[in-house]
């Protein structure tokens, strides 16, 4: 089992970016998936959670409105599309699965993780 994330960058203040992260070895249509970011030095944080329907959605209030989480079930990825992005978003973004339920924010819970993807945003 594998997550692979992609499409991180450096992308000036403003700008933005779609990650997106394949899984394999086995089907994610039932399970919610999230995207996590890090700082040196810092715990891991949650950004934002897609159920298995895409209307099922929450985010981190820090990026709210500017960031959208999506699924598309038969390609077995998630995507994470970045826009308005602000230095403070400058972090390794992780894509995680969980086998729990839907709206789990905790890094803890989740039980797969894809290995992160590098997002630069320079002011």
């Known amino acids: 089992v594998q997550l692979q994330a992609s499409g991180g960058g450096l992308v000036q203040t403003g700008g933005s970016l779609t990650l997106s992260c394949a899984a394999s070895?086995?089907?994610?249509?039932?399970?919610?998936m999230a995207w996590f970011r890090q700082v040196p030095g810092k715990e891991r944080e949650f950004v934002a959670v897609?159920?298995?329907?895409?209307?099922?959605?929450m985010y981190a209030d820090s990026v709210k409105g500017r960031f959208t989480i999506s699924r598309d079930n038969a390609k077995n990825t998630v995507y994470l599309q970045m826009n308005s992005l602000k230095p403070e978003d400058t972090a390794v973004y992780y894509c995680a699965a969980t086998a729990g339920p839907y709206g789990v924010r905790t890094y803890e819970r989740y039980n797969y993780w894809g290995q992160g993807t590098l997002v630069t945003v320079s002011s």
């Open positions: 897609v159920g298995r329907s895409v209307t099922s959605t």
């Open positions: 070895g086995r089907s994610f249509s039932s399970s919610p």
